[in-house]
């Protein structure tokens, strides 16, 4: 998942003040290795269970084709230190991308990268990087898309702009192994795949598998797909992305975007009848952290999207993301799940439907930025005035429509100045005032000339 603005700092702090010592450290490996064994027959038998009471039934074909012991094996490699914490651009991910083409190559789905390969190839810092892509085909033209990022923050010293995180209780480890963000969704993604090609039928709709790269960088790899799409955009039904799914509470997980497709709610809570997992899908609410993984930018496209996740932990995007503390079982279960709600979504008659997300941001379909205070003093701004500086705006929303730009400072709505105190909350709360269908007076600074414009906001 892509780091926050801000939290490194607070994370690193809270770090710090968090002591521990060896033995509790071996205690931890042993309780683990314990867990491991008892999950692995619960997973063994439920397997068993599932098989005997559904005989024939996808459930049972897709159960029997996703083996803890095939979960386990993946997200140790994708997280050991030969990959080198996988960055965008370096060997490590390459690495990580041939070893899942490899996979995808093995389960006869269809490369649908460039040159008939594997890879669609883009560049990042004049690095050449790829999203991965694999097609299991259907009847008609639309598809599915599940995703998962293969990339993480890579190695070296933390900081600020790497993504990484400084843990005191990692030593000398300077490999940020990634294993829950995103070997996990990743490895989850590759046997979903597996678990789909293996139930040898042609689903209504295709199912396009795409492993993203330079989402730590800022959803990039997703933005590069969704202007290079393989599939057209209005061919794409839906997006299930995985991203951090092998941490916390055993069997529980998060399902967010419920809000922007109910459909696409209910279709996993029924997924769910035979896999029983503790889903948390908000439905009238979406938490923020639903704008920073790579369903978000489908999400802008107005593409029906879910994104699963199991959560933050201490160990986010610090060196201690290690495999040895990931819930194997855990990944499993999603991965089955994942597999059965695509088919389920890829064999449904009714498309699901895309509804904006309340509250989000989008409202008015821009990523604020919040400026530091000397930027705002060269803009010639009181002491008391705040201003928010527009990062990205979305097609088809407000401000886009109204003429805003990228790089625009608002710096008051209906002649109401920004506070330089709490400037993105004064910001959001302007913005969640207004009633649908209303209009409102934006004043930006624009190359140092100030311009309002008045944004018109959807019924
Ligand atoms: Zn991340």
Redesign the pocket.
Known sequence: ???AAGLAAVLAFALQARAENLSERLARRLDKAVRDSSQRTESEFRELLASGLHPGSPLAAIRKSITWDSCREGVEFLASDALLGRDTGSDGHRAAAEWAAKRFESFGLKPVGDDGGWFQNWKWARRKTMNVVALLEGETDEVVVVGA?LD??GHGDPGIFS?RIPNPLAGEDRIYN?AD??ASGSDALVHIAQALAALGKKPRRGVLFILFSG??KGLLGSSHYLANPIVPLEKTVAMLNF??VGRNKDRECAVLGAQCSPELGRAVLRANRGIGMKLEVPTDSTPTIFM??DQFTFYQKRIPCLFFTTGGHTE??TALDHADRINVGKIEDIAELGALLALGVAEDRQRPTWLPISGLGPKLGVTPQPLAGAQLQALGLKENEGGVRLASLMDNFPAKNAGLQVGDIVIAFDGKPLPRENTLEAFRKAITKVKAGGSQEVTVIRNTKRLTVTVQYEK
Do not use: A, F, K, P
């Open positions: 998942m892509r780091l990022h993480h923050v993504g990634g963000d995103n989402e730590e991203d951090m920073q993984s986010y995007h």
